[in-house]
């Protein structure tokens, strides 16, 4: 399952933009004290891998880079790989942009959700340069001042590459881990090294408007080749919120390597229409590198993205284009389809009694999808009842009831049916305590008003006996209306129970509700027409 932001509030609880804006800002004051003199960029271009920290996706880059709270695409491969878990498809993006100083970009990346609930992807950046003049200097280290001879040597290529194996997975509802594995390769003028790097990843949910993203890249990375270059321990935070139904996103990023300096950007998507985005965004604030905007098309299953890039080196301009297709059956309907199958199992162990046996269905199914509250309460009240009944196997009447009353109480939709068919198990064994406290446990929940105590007569007494000699000592003792519930506790169980219609009649008739009182009369003289004293009292009303 993909992280959830339910879009609906608890009880006594409530979301608030501002809230979430308040929380951003001090997660920021945080992240900025790593470096009290930020040059927010201006010294961090020349390390190891710089490259990796641009940006890709024609989205993402249309942002202003400000990506690492959102990454809910294929792209998150490059990003935040906790962000995989927020797709529902499989998903290829492509990408192919051109960068100020004639540099090429490439990225493709393709992300695969699993039955498990992980989700994998696989990703590729190259960018590449050439015509890159290659120059000798000679000079006399005993003699700085002295002239220094220039020899030109042609030109040269640069090309830098990353392929990426990523995986992100929910540890909770709302919080989501990842890992990406990496290895950076680089040639330039014919000299090459190699960076194997693992990145470490979360997303957390915070309500319906707030989503962040903390993660730490390079946490470590084994080198070989030609060169000394390490690639930096690097950590990112991003910021997402979503206002007007979803309809515009608003990111804050930082970066911070740990030997460089602070770039922070910001960025913005607008849905004009359901198919059409627009978006905006700035690089390396307050001194800002680079200036941002683009649009987004999306057509079901297929996404084009374009961004334009100013960049400070003057009115110089970078375009990228990304395009991505999904495809494939979502997690969530593969997840349905999963629940289906396992409840349906489970309803079988149910009819059978076979109560353990259908909580390892249930778990299965929460286990396929963890967001279903309906199989969570479920699986919680079968726990509930198995921890004094763990099995009703076989044709007798008591199993037979103790079913019955188990799954309506597992349903939840019809208790009362639950609590008869329970009393009818504990009518026909009153010494069963396991019996009788699973049922004062549903009698409870169902809000029984008199719950169902130990029978206290001789031997043969049941518990409609019971029933029937309290509804008579109500009579003698003035409470009528008690007299009534309790008759009636015992019709839910036998209709035609005689002895609790007569206590009934006489509870209606001494509280003055004469046409009930004849109702219930009447309806013990159908099923015993000889009964005399039951003709007088009909007689007396009359």
Do not use: C
């Not at 933009?17 to 001090?26: F, H, T």
């Not at 020349?46 to 024609?58: C, I, N, P």
């Not at 499989?90 to 990225?107: C, H, I, N, R």
């Not at 392929?163 to 709302?174: D, F, P, S, Y």
Request: net charge neutral; proline share 3%.
């Amino acid at each position: 399952m993909a992280i959830n932001e339910a879009r609906g509030k608890t009880p006594g609880q409530s979301y608030r933009p501002a809230a979430a804006l308040a929380a951003a800002a001090g997660f920021f004051f945080a992240f900025l004290a790593l470096n009290p003199s930020p040059a927010f960029g201006r010294e961090s271009g020349g390390q190891a891998g710089s490259f990796l920290y641009y940006g890709v996706g024609g989205r993402a880059l249309a942002m202003g880079g400000a990506y690492y709270g959102i990454s809910d695409d294929a792209s998150a491969v490059y990003w935040n790989p906790a962000g995989l878990t927020l797709l529902q498809r499989k998903e290829v993006t492509l990408m192919q942009a051109t960068l100020p100083t004639e540099a090429k970009m490439m990225f493709f990346s393709y992300a695969h959700p699993t039955k498990k609930g992980s989700v994998f992807g696989v990703g590729m950046t190259q960018m590449s340069a050439s015509g890159f003049e290659k120059v000798d200097v000679l000079y006399d280290p005993n003699n700085p001042t002295a002239e220094q001879t220039v020899t030109r040597g042609g030109s040269f290529d640069a090309k830098e590459q990353v392929m990426a194996l990523a995986w992100g997975k929910n540890i909770t509802e709302t919080l989501a881990f990842g890992l990406t594995v990496k290895q950076v390769s680089r040639a330039v003028a014919g000299k090459s090294d190699t960076n194997q790097s693992l990145d470490v990843g979360m997303m957390k949910g915070m309500g319906p408007y707030y989503r962040v993203g903390f993660g730490i890249q390079n946490v470590f990375a084994l080198r070989k080749g030609e060169t000394d270059d390490k690639l930096p321990v690097v950590i990112r935070v991003g910021n997402s919120f979503r206002f007007f139904k979803d309809r515009l996103t608003i990111a804050l990023d930082g970066t911070k390597p740990m030997t460089g300096d602070v770039d922070i950007r910001f960025g913005g998507e607008y849905w004009v229409v359901r198919w059409f985005a627009f978006r905006f965004g700035l690089m390396g604030i307050p001194d800002i590198q680079e200036t941002d905007f683009g649009f987004g098309l999306k057509f079901n299953s297929f996404s084009l993205d374009i961004a334009q890039g100013i960049h400070d080196l003057g009115a110089s301009a970078s375009t990228r284009m990304g395009v991505s297709f999904r495809f494939g059956q979502s997690r969530e309907d593969q997840a349905s389809i999963q629940v289906r199958a396992f409840v349906a199992e489970g309803q079988e162990a149910f009819n059978e009694g076979n109560f353990a046996l259908a909580a390892q269905k249930l778990n299965q199914a929460l286990d396929a999808q963890p967001g279903n509250k309906q199989v969570s309460a479920m699986l919680g009240r079968l726990m509930a009842a198995t921890s004094f009944v763990s099995q009703a196997m076989g044709g007798e009447e008591v199993q037979s009831n103790i079913r019955k009353g188990v799954i309506g109480y597992v349903d939840g939709r019809d208790m009362r049916q639950s609590v008869n068919a329970l009393r009818h198990a504990f009518n026909k064994n009153v010494k069963d305590e396991k019996v009788l406290n699973l049922l004062n446990m549903v009698e409870k929940e169902a809000g029984v008003a008199e719950i169902t105590r130990r029978v206290d007569g001789p031997e043969q007494f049941t518990w409609v006996d019971q029933k029937i000699f309290d509804a008579r000592q109500s009579v003698y003792d003035g409470k009528y209306d008690m007299a009534v519930r309790r008759s009636q506790d015992v019709l839910d169980l036998e209709p035609n129970n005689i002895t609790a219609l007569e206590v009934m009649g006489s509870g209606f008739f001494m509280m003055e509700q004469k046409d009930k009182a004849l109702a219930v009369w009447r309806r013990v003289l159908e099923l015993d027409p000889n009964n005399q004293a039951v003709k007088e009292f009909i007689q007396r009303l009359k």
